[in-house]
């Protein structure tokens, strides 16, 4: 079916492909696009080596290593014939430390290098031998002893709920400032088009067959649609490294946390792009741009503010009402859905008011965009556009 020839459709449209075809045309959008999925694999990759166990090497010398008990977790024991073996060992760095027997004593060797972690477990193996030593010479039954402490032993029960962890809220707040940096970025980018095309007087030439909130739909559209484009890739790269190191990746957000930070994505970037569109507007001359850019700013540093604020407890009674209020929910919700702290039922509801939120704001840049894109000269104020 065709689109009618001066239809609200064929204008926006016409807007739409002009602004995707300068944005696919550009070799700076697959060079970001490129960089930020090599930023995902090498961050992924970072956790992925961050949270690998590490294995710490201790020398045991002068008794069978079965004598020392079981190895503590993370340790390897190895074998060494007496004391100067395993001193020598330990200077070279071929261990870690080491536990050598020489009679009826124990003794620990280490460096001043040597891991908090190595050393200690070397002293629970001097301690594991010296203790079997004396219950041998006491002539105490340790088959029997160990199976009474294993019938009394503590076992682990976990109480209350379990909030994230540490690696699950960094991952979910690296998520939330990407987000961040896409919004400023890509509203400024539909700010600047704005001022360009004013600056140049193409918008006379525009708005000689297109009304004005035509035009803005258009450009926010094709601006937004880049945007996406490279939010889905970017949600891809970290699906696509999830699959990679899935051993280690439980941190990450999960694929389902990622499409619903990409949608809430698309809902804020629509409420903040038509007021960086209606910013623009209001100068004729690039320079002037930042200073009427500045309210739209601190708007949009708000939530990244109340985000970092409420990262401490997600769980708090004001989290629980800010995350509905626009446009705190457009951070705070894909921040609480990355570490699976609400359902998407508090997610419907929290689109509603933000996409409530969005119409108003749609409707206040369009009066603001009307009444200063053909005002040349000095910068128009936001209360004159609104009042004209």
């Not at 960089?35 to 090498?42: T, Y």
């Amino acid at each position: 079916m065709s689109i009618p020839a001066n239809s609200t459709l064929s204008d926006v449209w016409l807007v739409y492909r002009r602004e995707i075809d300068a944005r696919l045309k550009s070799k700076g959008y697959f060079i970001g696009m490129l960089f930020m999925v090599i930023a995902v694999f090498g961050l992924v990759a970072g956790l992925y080596y961050a949270n690998a166990p590490k294995t710490h090497t201790v020398a045991v010398c002068g008794a069978p290593a079965k004598s020392f008990g079981p190895a503590p977790p993370g340790i390897r024991l190895s074998p060494c014939t007496g004391e100067v073996s395993g001193r020598d060992r330990v200077i070279d760095k071929d261990v870690d430390a080491a536990v050598t027997i020489t009679g009826s004593r124990a003794a620990v060797l280490s460096r001043s290098d040597t891991p908090a972690q190595a050393q200690a477990s070397a002293i629970t193996l001097a301690k594991a031998w010296a203790t079997q030593r004396a219950y041998d010479r006491q002539q105490v039954d340790t088959a029997a002893l160990r199976r009474d402490v294993a019938t009394a032993g503590p076992t682990l029960v976990n109480v209350g709920d379990n909030g994230p962890n540490g690696t699950e809220i960094g991952a979910a707040i690296s998520m939330v400032v990407v987000l961040f940096m896409q919004i400023i970025g890509q509203g400024s980018l539909v700010a600047q088009g704005v001022v360009e095309e004013k600056s140049t007087r193409v918008v006379e030439v525009l708005l000689a067959t297109l009304t004005p909130l035509r035009l803005m739909m258009g450009k926010v559209a094709g601006i937004g649609t880049a945007a996406v484009l490279q939010i889905a890739v970017l949600v891809a790269a970290v699906v696509g490294a999830r699959a990679m190191f899935q051993d280690r990746a439980e941190g990450l957000p999960s694929t389902a946390a990622l499409i619903s930070a990409a949608l809430w994505f698309l809902l804020t970037f629509t409420l903040f792009a038509y007021l960086f569109a209606a910013a623009g507007s209001l100068v004729s001359r690039p320079e002037d741009l930042q200073s009427v850019l500045m309210p739209v700013m601190v708007l949009a540093l708000a939530p990244v503010g109340v985000a970092a604020a409420a990262a401490g407890d997600l769980n708090a009674d004001w989290v629980g009402i800010v995350q509905y209020i626009p446009p705190f929910s457009g951070l705070l919700m894909p921040l609480q859905a990355s570490v699976s702290n609400v359902s998407l039922l508090q997610q419907l509801a929290a689109a509603a008011l933000m996409a409530a939120a969005t119409s108003g704001c749609v409707w206040l840049a369009a009066r603001v965009y009307a009444n200063s894109i053909l005002k040349i000269g000095s910068a128009v104020r936001w209360r004159h556009a609104l009042a004209a």
